[in-house]
């Protein structure tokens, strides 16, 4: 059997042609109530919780290996399955899911793009109540050179001339007039692009086109050839980025799970 070729990015006109393909796994990240309601019809619901750890002062570090293994499993990720995700707002969570299959090695996956709102929006057929997955007994493992960094590495290269730090939130907050944590301000070095900046909510929240998406990386001076590193607060608006620059063709990508709300929290580290 062969594996779908299908876009990272994919318009709901796309799924809507292989709704009922078994080498899918259609992965809705909406809050439950959203989901019982209506959801993509065979998408099997995630709750988002259930991929971070929920722990202070991180609130979006890294779930344990184990835990993790057993909501994949639940959820039937299977070896060869395309996954398909989304949610019902950015695709803030459904593009961590995305991230999380790179750490565990799953290459096979497409962001929806514009989520459940363009879905409703373009009228495509839903359904309610909760889709039975199938789960499968599956070892899943960490990466070694994942793209995951922790706040070690981070410090250790600080001012290394071949990465970019790329900071999602809003300007509010990059400059500190927001605060979230117990400081404000961003990680030394830090270029700021707010993840709003990639969205068309004239379109549905869809990404806005590859042309004007190329157009802002090129004004911020983003270098491909860099390794480059997003975060956010509790990274998820930068994994919308990561993925975004994952289909504009970018391949030293990493993202940093722990972002402001540990970053911001420990009066260890520097704040610009």
Excluded at 62 to 80: E, K
Excluded at 104 to 127: F, K
Excluded at 137 to 152: H, T
Excluded at 185 to 208: C, F, Q, T, W
Aim: aromatic residues 6%; hydrophobic residues 35%.
């Amino acid at each position: 059997m062969t594996e779908p070729e299908l876009p990272l990015i994919l318009e709901a006109e796309q799924l809507l042609l292989r709704l009922g393909d078994e080498q899918l796994l259609i992965i809705d990240v909406s809050d439950p109530e959203t989901h019982r309601a209506y959801h993509v019809p065979g998408a099997v619901h995630l709750p988002y919780q259930q991929l971070t750890c929920e722990l202070p002062p991180g609130a979006g570090e890294l779930s344990p290996q184990a835990p993790l293994a057993r909501v994949l499993n639940r959820i039937g990720l299977r070896p060869g399955a395309h996954v398909i995700a989304y949610d019902n707002e950015d695709n803030g969570r459904a593009a961590r899911l995305l991230w999380t299959l790179d750490l565990v090695g799953h290459p096979h996956y497409s962001l929806l793009n514009g989520g459940l709102p363009a879905w409703l929006d373009e009228r495509h057929p839903v359904e309610e109540g909760d889709t039975p997955p199938e789960p499968v007994e599956r070892k899943f493992n960490y990466q070694p050179d994942g793209s995951a960094v922790d706040l070690l590495y981070l410090l250790q290269h600080l001012n290394d001339s071949s990465i970019t730090l790329l900071d999602a939130r809003t300007p509010e907050e990059f400059s500190g007039r927001e605060i979230r944590a117990r400081r404000g301000g961003h990680i030394p070095g830090a270029v700021n692009l707010d993840h709003r900046r990639l969205l068309a909510p004239e379109h549905s929240m869809r990404l806005k086109p590859e042309k004007e998406l190329n157009k802002i990386i090129k004004e911020l001076k983003i270098k491909p050839k860099q390794e480059i590193i997003t975060y956010c607060h509790t990274h998820r608006r930068s994994a919308l980025l990561y993925i975004a620059l994952k289909s504009l063709g970018f391949d030293k990508l990493k993202a940093y799970p722990g972002s402001w709300a540990e970053w911001g929290n420990n009066l260890d580290t520097p704040v610009e």
